[in-house]
């Protein structure tokens, strides 16, 4: 696991740690998607999450926390 990954772990960790009303987008500034698993190589999410994340609710976002951790752990 590089330090990109283990840094987007522990957030991932922190975020779902804490019911906050405001959820960070766990963009990393990377911005590639890795052509086999249609994942964004920076932050783990598929491009319609990315492409709905101002829209989602606060639950919906930490949702997506979650499977960016579960793919993480893969």
């Keep these: 696991m590089n330090a990109r990954t283990k840094l987007l772990a522990h957030q991932a960790t922190l975020v779902l740690a804490k019911p906050e009303p405001h959820v960070p987008s766990p963009c990393m500034s990377v911005c590639v998607m890795d052509p ?4 964004c190589s ?3 999410r598929s ?3 990315i492409g709905a994340w101002s829209r989602m609710s606060d639950e919906a976002k930490r949702q997506v926390w979650q499977r960016i951790q579960q793919r993480i752990a893969l």
Excluded: H, K, P, T
């Design 36 to 39: 086999q698993s249609a994942m």
């Design 42 to 44: 920076g932050c783990w």
């Design 47 to 49: 491009l319609e999450e």
